[in-house]
């Protein structure tokens, strides 16, 4: 895959998804892009692990959720794809399963659709998460998504770019309210407890310049976001944590938290 070369609505702004891809080792992204990833790291030297760590857990997640049967994914803030999209784990498992990828960058959902092609379970759109209604009524969820069945929501490592706290609350209450008893929501957050809380306010800094503004949240706040779902076990853990397949490969904590919860 070649660098980005496509016109950017934001050419002098950061976005999240590209900066997060730069973490993750993906080459979508802009210089703007990389000179706010390398300031956060300049504030979180792990930061590059901690983003790592959180996709391992999404994998984990999604393996999960196949695993009990659920075969159509609702993934909210998707960002670029990059190697072990939620769609490749779900295929091993249930080659019908259906994902629609939702995010508010149009060049991460520009390259979605580069790479995804033509594949027939499978489209990105391009959505704010912080208007639930238009993702739920937007044709191609309507396509490939049916609420009279269960559902897993993903929203990983995303919330923390909605810092108003009654908005979060309303966007998961709508979500919430679509999904059918059997659905699984999957959330992971970013939160500094631990960590000196000079930190939260260095990064916040930096995503001020950004197109999305970022909030850390803690334990029990991020626990909220489930609501009336029964948050299964291991519960809400650090991303590291949650059913690692392999105890020894992440071993120290990523400062995002992970949970699935079950309707």
Not at 98 to 105: E, K, L, S, T
Request: some cysteine; aromatic content about 10%.
């Amino acid at each position: 895959m070649t660098e980005l070369d496509m016109t950017d609505p934001y050419p002098n702004q950061p976005s999240s998804a590209r900066i997060y891809d730069y973490w993750l080792g993906g080459t979508h992204n802009f210089e703007v892009d990389r000179q706010a990833a390398e300031q956060v790291i300049s504030v979180y030297p792990e930061m590059r692990y901690s983003a790592q760590a959180n996709r391992a857990f999404l994998g984990r997640a999604v393996t999960f959720l196949a695993q009990q049967g659920i075969d159509q994914f609702l993934d909210i803030g998707s960002g670029i794809p990059t190697e072990g999209n939620v769609h490749e784990i779900a295929h091993q498992i249930n080659p019908r399963s259906r994902v629609v990828y939702v995010d508010i960058d149009p060049i991460a959902v520009a390259y979605s659709q580069r790479i995804l092609g033509e594949l027939p379970h499978v489209v990105p759109v391009v959505a704010d998460a912080r208007d639930p209604d238009t993702i739920l009524e937007h044709s191609q969820t309507r396509r490939l998504i049916d609420f009279n069945k269960p559902v897993a929501l993903l929203i990983v490592a995303m919330l923390h770019f909605v810092p108003n706290d009654t908005q979060l609350h309303r966007i998961l209450g709508v979500f919430r309210e679509k999904m059918i008893a059997g659905s699984y929501l999957v959330l992971s957050h970013a939160s500094l407890d631990g960590l000196p809380p000079e930190i939260g306010a260095r990064v916040s800094a930096i995503y001020a310049k950004a197109t999305e503004q970022f909030k850390a949240r803690t334990h029990s706040d991020v626990l909220q976001c489930f609501g009336d779902f029964d948050v299964i076990d291991p519960g809400l853990v650090d991303a590291v944590d949650w059913r690692p397949n392999d105890p020894n490969e992440w071993p120290n904590k990523s400062y995002y938290l992970g949970g699935v919860g079950r309707k």
